[in-house]
């Protein structure tokens, strides 16, 4: 298998994986969001620690020790995910499956506006008129909600950030998911025992298949991350670009045909004004790397010999 087709493998795994995420963590009731999130941070640590072991890989501790900016970097990764990890679990079991689909929709097109706030990058025409109809979308479901989708915009900036953040550190997917989840782990396990404290606890208290599933919380969240890095070392971004919107056209599915969440008319327009916008994004991005390739291409094509003079 060579390695083009490994990366689909994996990409397609991956946010398979992602979008099936909302059945798993539905199966984690009677847990409330903040119970599920600590359980998902402590066995994140507890499983990708144990890949760490297996692989022998933990020089990357001492390197990370002597670059305090680094870490603090990796501080505000480990904020940025759990923000999107609570919000999410959040949505999930308070019947929102459908505007977390939303966020992750509209995330390609809030990590464009990320880059033009923080990084003073220049917008071509086609990703400002993505970004033009993505407002309207979400002025069109603000009207439908009679709110802002505040669960959809919380995923996507703070999935967003962390993208940006996790660019700028360069850390691999293991070794930066054990950081970010260590880091998280001793607020986890406080509010872990003051559950028990105060016997709110589920943990071990509902049946042994309900303790199993919070225990697999950190497989679940570790292992299409990883799948994810096989895929983004081995695909061009294009392709992975196209990937990412497995996960939310799955999510959309469940919310609607299986946990049966309203979409009314005015929800199905903000929705396809929404796709309208990732159409016109997606578009734009493959004719400007198929002009990158062909100016690279130009470049790299020798100049003519010049011709032989006539004697």
Do not use: C
């Not at 970097?73 to 609570?86: E, P, Q, R, T």
């Not at 880091?183 to 396990?189: G, K, M, R």
């Not at 997606?282 to 470049?299: E, K, M, P």
Request: glycine residues 10%; proline residues 5%.
């Amino acid at each position: 298998m060579n390695q083009m087709r490994r990366g689909y493998l994996y990409g397609i795994g991956a946010y398979t994986l992602w979008g099936f995420l909302p059945l798993y963590l539905r199966l984690l009731r009677p847990a409330g969001p903040i119970e599920i999130l600590a359980h998902r941070v402590i066995w994140s640590v507890f499983f990708v620690a144990l890949l760490l072991a297996v692989l022998r890989n933990w020089r990357f501790l001492g390197e990370l020790r002597r670059r305090p900016g680094k870490l603090a970097g990796m501080g505000l990764a480990a904020a940025l995910i759990a923000v999107n990890w609570g919000t999410y679990i959040y949505g999930v079991n308070s019947e929102r499956v459908v505007e977390t689909a939303l966020g992750y929709f509209i995330n390609p097109l809030f990590v464009v506006l990320l880059g033009v706030a923080v990084l003073r990058e220049r917008l071509r025409v086609g990703q400002w008129v993505a970004l033009g109809i993505g407002g309207l979308a979400v002025a069109v479901l603000t009207v439908d909600y009679g709110r802002l989708p505040y669960i959809a915009l919380t995923l996507a900036a703070s999935f967003g950030g962390y993208s940006l953040v996790k660019k700028r550190l360069g850390l691999p997917a293991a070794e930066g998911m054990f950081v970010e989840s260590a880091a998280l782990a001793l607020p986890a396990l406080g509010y872990l025992g003051w559950l028990t404290w105060r016997a709110e606890s589920t943990f071990g208290q509902v049946s042994v298949g309900h303790t199993v599933l919070l225990m697999l919380a950190g497989a679940a969240t570790a292992t299409p991350l990883l799948m994810f890095a096989g895929a983004a070392n081995r695909l061009p971004l294009t392709a992975l670009g196209m990937l990412q919107y497995l996960a939310p056209i799955l999510q959309l599915g469940f919310g609607v045909l299986v946990f049966h969440e309203p979409m009314p008319p005015a929800r199905l327009a903000g929705f396809a004004l929404v796709w309208l916008a990732l159409v016109v994004f997606t578009v734009d991005g493959i004719r400007n790397v198929r002009r990158s390739r062909a100016a690279a291409l130009l470049a790299a094509t020798p100049e003519p010999a010049a011709a032989t003079a006539v004697r």
